[in-house]
């Protein structure tokens, strides 16, 4: 099982990232390779909702599940990932001060397997780096930028 995390400061209080970051609506915005992100149940928010996640790298399309597993409000929402795609995306969200929070993002995932999965051990690794630190950079960004307008506080 591959492990990477990743920790930064965003410009926002921990309430203000986690609301944003609980919005299914902006998923999109912000996770790497999402192309779509609709709930597939009655919740869309929580411990046990499920989400039908359409993923596109270049001409690549996947449709796989992705279910919150993990949830504590304004600490941590954790995804799960089935399909093609498997693992876990865990984001905590830690007070900082002054306005600030830090944003540490884990990413868990079962590597290639077999003798050509072995091969490109190193490829994944290193695919699976970069598009968590996407993810992380693009999410600090989007939540700095919704923490800046007036939308704060109307998307609950």
Not at 4 to 14: F, H, M, R
Not at 36 to 44: H, K, N, R, S, V
Not at 76 to 101: A, C, E, K, M, N
């Amino acid at each position: 099982m591959g492990y990477i995390k990743y920790a930064s400061d965003v410009g926002a209080p921990v309430e203000v990232a986690f609301t944003y970051t609980d919005n299914h609506l902006f998923v999109p915005d912000w996770m790497f390779a999402v192309a779509d992100f609709e709930p597939a149940g009655e919740l869309d928010s929580g411990i046990g909702a499920t989400f039908t996640t359409t993923a596109r790298l270049g001409l690549w399309r996947s449709t796989m599940t992705c279910e919150v597993t993990e949830y504590r409000r304004n600490v941590v929402i954790g995804y799960t990932l089935r399909g093609r795609l498997s693992g876990t995306l865990t984001l905590r969200f830690d007070p900082l001060g002054y306005g600030r929070s830090v944003l540490t993002s884990e990413a868990r995932y079962c590597p290639p397997r077999g003798v050509l999965g072995r091969l490109c051990a190193g490829l994944v690794d290193s695919a699976v780096k970069s598009a968590l630190r996407r993810t992380e950079s693009q999410l600090r960004r989007e939540i700095e930028e919704f923490h800046g307008t007036d939308l704060v506080g109307r998307i609950a």
